[in-house]
């Protein structure tokens, strides 16, 4: 239970839905366990997982330093590698220091104690050990503090409570008291406008020097007047108001006279940068909708483009252009004076816009208190005041220039403006900010690295920095403080929505921050701001658990113009305050935790921890790794999509000196922090980073790669064990072909699959090799042959490579040339002999049954019916998965698609983690439980199988052969065990059985393996095979041999995985269909379930036999042509034609397009489908006779193919029929399910 309450805290603190823990056994090995929990999971269940996880563990006692050398094997002896374990909870009793030694390198250590002289389990006690270093005491306090909680809970807890239900923030724990406090009243204190502000200063002292620009000074009087005047025109020109006036601005003394006179006319300032796309800038017009235009003079002759939209679709009273500093003529005939406007301080002072998901820019609604009810706290907090000289740095067209222009004003500063030469230049910016004597500066994190990016000039004058718009690194602050002695530092957290920063962290220049994490904290909230951590339940989160952070404050925008729902969305009400509408917290989509002092850590956005291949990645942890790696100055790492959509990690780095850099060093590192699904793909070093012009990293221009980068990377890690190949003119034109098809240079040596290929890709190059060699190379060509090199090989028929079995170069397939028929042998061992017979009753007597495949499509039902037709028996069900708990899982949610599950299965069924594919005579199932079902089990169902139409032998063998010949040796342990095997039509490939005139017998010995085309059917021919030998040596068997297996025939639950199935989609979406005559033998999954059940049950005498084959044909007969009728018969638009315009349609779309169900079985239908559609007449005698008295029928396919398609456009596999309207048109029939219906794939996934 202690495990359990630790798992549960742990996921808390990450999210993490698995959590490798390390534990005791009691003699002394540790253990490692791979635990899963998710928040809708029941408590009892996680206690459940924990359990069976640690028998599994103990069972198979796999020494801990054995494991832990068999994973340094995977990795470069030379590089540094992650430890096994961070965490661990052990059992004191179970512990001796060979314990601690093995896994000395864990981060936490959780040790459960009890008084040694009590003969009570109870009282315990719980020690925490951890590493000092990396935490501190105040935070471990609580961590035991959140294991007592959840034990409490536990123990409390009834079936129902999940581990979304348990919370961690309980009121007596000292973090409580550094937690905001959501019922808290915050203060609203209107201290004025910041114009107001402005004008009193120059009231009280006109000469006060407000802008410095180069060698000019323009004092607070000046620029008063001047932006006077600007608010008397807007007013006389019909500006009103709540009116938007866009400013097309220039970093210059003429945007502070601008911002001012716009809002002393009532009106809403909004600032387009010039640099911006003319698209863009067209945009922020047609959102905005504004009243007015003002030009800087700076700003350059407008783009005549956008001087057309502003003429022809816009409604603006008056547009001004050439505002200067330097020419109050322009605006000499309006008065100097105020204009006497009030604003109150929730009315719209700015309009600044922020991303949209659709690609449109959201204008935030800034209001007046928020331009300045947070000054007179920050100049007491951080010493701020009149004589201070402060920059103006931020992006003219970004909401942080309100900070650089309100700031200083507001206290009577001055504000300093740099040239565009000054920001540029590497190191320039530091000697202006000396030379100005700068004493305050509002930065990003990215302009910050411009500052200190060969920076020599020291800064002693700079007291303050403001960091905001982006993760703020330990060694970015550790630059500017080696820079500027007296500086302090103040990282903070905002958004455009919140209008502000509105959160500090406090960074004095020390050494303190020495102490504190790479990535520097958001901080606490500001005066009147509550950061407030919620988790997914809606509760505040405790000290270390992980939740979204929304900011709670009366001071922030009022949401987003024009879009009332999207601001409803992300402005949400205090749900801990329902009943005051105002009081309202803006959704901000990251991620955040309390630390022990209240301090708010990031850790990235929702967003960004994005999932590849199932794996979550944390983009933040990798850079923060990689950050600080010796040769990196400053980085960041992006998913992007590559030419295939494939998802792709990317790290963009600046070197810190030019040219030199080890990016196999850097992937080294990597790899000692992070998991190996973490570590970025590709490297790519910049001269800098682009920023945007409100200087932040600008990640639109951080492109994919170029392929040659990735081709020269791919070749510097590659390990030369295949010496050097010459490469020949085939080698040249098969590279172009796929450089073309996958997007990339690859190399001779790339395997396609590895290097972005999938089966779509390959049937494209395959088409083009075909088209530009002038050779017919068979589809599933790069299945077999996976890099350039062995293609060449293949078809020079020079040297055919051992690992891919080919033996001689006569121009066959290796397929063709494997001995399939050498490949049945069965150990002499696999005997019945000295094993007593069956007794008569023994099928009435079945306690135990073992299958494979059920969570599968016809594995589910055969599982619902072994339950049906076994009453007493529990079934025992191998399932891929990464323990027994999620094994169960699987298999009940593979029931429940299937509309199958009924509430008394639960206990009856016995789930257990294992691997038809695992090599080890026991099909992946642990030892003991092997040895257990040896005695215990009364017959097996051997479903499960790995089908690939494409794979050959070799990939299919272990999967579909050796497990066989392990269950065959289960089966022969300790008692004859009757074994039933599913098999399929396709041992019937070989051109022998084509051309035969007599329908096979059921009891026909198989014959004809070598001349099987598919390495499945090779699998299939060999499975049968080796079993007829068990036959021989006394062991019961039945085999079913089965073709199409179609849908349920009474609730239409169907297998979209099906070739059939993908034929139907596929040619709809084609709008055509092969016209082919060929007999299309079609049985209902739950036909061939009942059949197979029904005949675990009969006698041998009802049977006709012990060791019978049975042939699942469909009475009544049914061709291709007819199936495709029926489709259209129910108003689905796809039309006849001739096999070969057919698969030529199919091809020129595979050509041009990604989207076609039939993709994944390209290599099949294009291949002579109708000659592979082919097969022989089955006699059917023995599979009659057993089902005689059993009320088992096989329907007709055209009587079922209504429910069928019904239950695929249900489900959403099938759009609705487009001519189901039309006169003669059949209407789908209704089903008969309760319940969602859901797409069903092979898998059971």
Same mark, same amino acid.
């Given at each position: ?6 798992? @549960? ?9 698995? /959590? ?14 791979? *635990? &899963? ?45 992650? &430890? ?49 270093? !990396? ?398 951590? !919620? ?37 949400? $009400? ?16 990251? !991620? ?25 990645? %944390? ?43 080890? @990016? ?274 009364? *017959? ?64 026909? &010995? ?18 049968? $095979? ?107 638009? /796809? ?52 089902? %005689?008295?059993?009320? @088992? ?6 009587? *079922? ?12 596999? !099938?759009?609705?029929?487009? *001519? ?26």
């Amino acid at each position: 239970m202690v495990l359990a309450a630790f798992l @549960i805290v742990l996921h808390k603190y990450t999210l993490e839905e698995e /959590v490798l823990i390390g534990t005791s056994t009691e003699n002394f090995n540790p253990l490692v366990l791979r *635990l &899963p929990v998710q928040d809708d999971q029941t408590i009892t269940s996680v206690i459940a997982a924990v359990v069976a996880a640690e028998e599994l563990s103990v069972a198979k006692d796999v020494p801990f330093d054995a494991l832990n050398a068999e994973l340094a094997k995977e990795h470069d002896a030379n590089a540094p590698r992650a &430890p096994l374990l961070t965490v661990r909870c052990f059992n004191a009793v179970d512990v001796d220091a060979s314990t601690l030694d093995a896994t000395a390198m864990c981060e936490w250590t959780l040790l459960v104690e009890q008084d040694r002289d009590s003969k009570r389990l109870l009282p315990l006690s719980l020690r925490l050990i951890y590493n000092s270093v !990396l935490f501190r005491s105040e935070r471990m306090s609580e961590v035991l503090h959140h294991i007592e909680i959840i034990l409490s809970q536990i123990a409390k807890a009834d079936d129902t409570l999940t581990v979304r239900d348990c919370e961690i923030a309980a009121s007596h724990t000292p973090g409580a008291r550094v937690i905001p406090d959501p019922l808290e009243e915050l203060d609203s204190t209107w201290v004025g406008a910041a114009f107001d502000h402005f004008s009193d200063w120059a009231k009280k002292d006109p000469e006060r020097p407000a802008v410095v620009h180069g060698e000019k000074t323009f004092s607070y009087k000046y620029l008063d007047d001047f932006s006077n005047r600007v608010a008397h025109y807007l007013i006389k020109q019909g500006v009103v108001p709540g009116d938007v006036v866009t400013m097309y601005a220039h970093r210059s003394t003429a945007i502070v006279i601008g911002i001012m006179g716009i809002l002393k006319a009532g009106a809403t300032f909004s600032v387009i940068d010039p640099a911006y796309p003319v698209e863009r800038q067209q945009v922020y017009l047609f959102v905005a909708q504004p009243k007015a235009i003002l030009s800087l003079k700076l700003a350059g002759v407008m783009n005549p483009e956008v001087q057309k939209y502003i003429d022809t679709e816009l409604n603006i009273c008056c547009q001004l252009n050439g505002l200067h500093e330097d020419e109050p003529e322009l605006l000499a005939e309006y008065e100097s004076t105020s204009c006497g406007v009030v604003v109150q301080p929730y009315d719209v002072a700015t309009l600044s816009f922020t991303s949209g998901s659709t690609g449109i820019p959201k204008g935030v609604r800034g209001q007046h208190i928020s331009l300045t009810h947070f000054f007179p706290w920050m100049m007491t907090k951080f010493g701020l005041g009149e004589k201070d000289r402060f920059t103006m740095l931020s992006g003219i067209a970004h909401d942080p220039i309100q900070r650089d222009v309100f700031t200083p004003l507001f206290m009577g500063a001055t504000i300093y403006i740099p040239d565009q030469e000054d920001i540029v230049s590497p190191g320039q910016l530091a000697q202006w900010m000396a030379t100005n004597q700068v004493t305050v500066a509002h930065l990003t994190p990215a302009m910050n690295q411009l500052v200190t990016a060969n920076a020599e000039a020291p800064m002693p004058h700079l007291r303050r920095v403001f960091l905001v718009g982006d993760i703020l690194t330990k060694r970015d602050v550790m630059r500017l403080q080696a820079l500027a002695d007296n500086v302090e530092v103040i990282n903070m957290y905002g958004t455009t929505e919140t209008q502000r920063a509105v959160s500090y962290f406090h960074i004095k220049n020390d050494g303190s921050i020495g102490d504190l994490k790479e990535i520097l904290p958001a901080g606490w909230g500001m005066k009147d701001v509550q950061l407030l951590i !919620l988790t997914d339940s809606g509760k505040v989160a405790g000290i270390g658990e992980l939740g979204e952070i929304y900011v709670r404050s009366p001071c922030m925008s009022r949401g987003y113009l024009g879009l009332d729902k999207v601001t409803a969305e992300k402005f949400v $009400n205090n749900p801990f305050r329902p009943d005051d509408s105002k009081d309202k917290m803006y959704r901000t989509g990251d !991620l955040g935790r309390y630390m022990p002092d209240g301090v708010v850590e990031c850790v990235g956005r929702a967003d960004d921890q994005v999932k590849i291949r199932g794996f979550r990645i %944390e983009l933040g942890e990798i850079d923060t790794h990689l950050g600080q790696h010796p040769d990196v100055r400053e980085n960041i790492t992006l998913v992007k999509r590559d030419a295939n959509e494939e998802k792709t990690i990317i790290s963009y780095f600046v070197p810190k000196i030019a040219n030199q850099f080890d @990016i196999n060093s850097m992937r080294d590192a990597l790899k000692a922090k992070l998991p190996v699904y973490s570590i970025p793909s590709v490297f790519v070093p910049l001269v800098r980073m682009p920023l945007t012009p409100n200087a932040k990293i600008d990640r639109a221009k951080l492109p994919y790669p170029d392929a040659a980068v990735i081709a020269l990377q791919n070749a510097s890690r590659k390990q030369s064990s295949s010496g050097v190949t010459h490469e020949t003119n085939m080698h040249v034109e098969i590279k172009d072909i796929w450089r073309n098809v996958l997007g990339r240079a690859v190399g001779v040596h790339d395997n396609f699959f590895d290097v972005g290929g999938h089966s779509i890709f390959a049937t494209r190059v395959t088409f083009e090799m075909r088209k530009r060699l002038k050779l017919e190379l068979p589809l599933d060509l790069l299945y077999r042959c996976g890099t350039i090199d062995q293609v060449v090989k293949q078809i020079s028929k020079d040297e055919l490579t051992d690992a891919l079995g080919f033996e001689e170069a006569d121009g066959t397939s290796d397929i063709a040339q494997l001995d399939v028929e050498g490949q049945v042998v069965l150990d002499a061992s696999i005997t019945c002999k000295g094993l007593p017979e069956l007794a008569a009753d023994s099928v009435q007597t079945v306690t135990d049954v073992l299958l494979t495949g059920g969570t599968g499509f016809l594995g589910a039902f055969l599982l619902s019916r072994l339950l049906v037709t076994h009453p007493n028996a529990m079934v025992h069900c191998i399932v891929r998965a990464k323990d027994n708990a999620a094994a169960y899982a699987r298999v009940e949610k593979a029931l429940k698609q299937h509309f199958l599950w009924r509430d008394d299965y639960g206990h009856r069924i016995n789930a257990v983690c294992g691997d038809l594919s695992a090599e080890d005579n026991t099909c992946g199932v642990d030892a003991a439980v092997w040895d257990e079902w040896a005695t215990k089990v009364d *017959l097996i169902v051997h479903n499960g199988a790995l089908v690939h139409w494409v794979y050959p032998y070799a990939k299919l063998k272990a999967a579909n052969v050796t497990s066989v010949v392990s269950l065959l040796a289960l089966a022969c342990t300790h008692k004859r065990k009757p074994f039933h095997f599913v098999s399929s039509t396709a041992v019937f490939e070989a051109s022998h059985y084509l051309g035969l005139t007599q329908p096979v017998k059921e009891r026909d &010995p198989l014959v004809a393996g070598n001349g099987i085309g598919s390495g499945y059917g090779q699998t299939k021919w060999v499975a049968e $095979n080796i079993i007829a030998l068990a036959a021989e040596r006394g062991l019961p068997t039945y085999v079913y041999r089965s073709s199409y297996i179609t849908g349920d025939s009474r609730t239409g639950v169907t297998n979209v995985d099906d070739y059939l199935v993908r034929l139907v989609k596929g040619c709809i979406e084609l709008g055509v269909a092969p016209e082919m005559v060929n007999k299309l033998n079609c049985c209902p999954v739950d036909f061939v379930a009942d059949t197979i059940a029904h005949v675990t049950t009969a006698t041998p005498e009802v049977r006709d036999g012990i060791n019978n084959t049975y042939h699942f044909l469909n009475p009544t007969s049914y061709r291709f042509v007819d199936f495709f009728e029926d489709v259209a018969r129910y108003g689905f638009d /796809v039309k006849p034609d001739n096999y070969m315009e057919w698969k030529g349609a199919l091809e020129e779309l595979t050509m041009t397009s990604k989207e076609n169900a039939l993709y994944p079985l390209l290599h099949f239908v294009m291949d002579d489908l109708p000659q592979k559609s082919r097969g022989p007449s089955l006699d059917t005698t023995m599979l009659w006779k057993a089902l %005689e008295g059993s009320n @088992i029928e096989c329907p007709s396919v055209t009587s *079922l193919m209504g429910i069928y398609l019904s239950y695929l456009v249900h489900s959403g596999y !099938l759009e609705p029929p487009t *001519l189901a309207n039309l006169e003669g048109i059949e209407a789908l029939p209704a089903l008969d399910i309760t319940g969602e219906i859901g797409i069903v794939r092979r898998s059971g996934n």
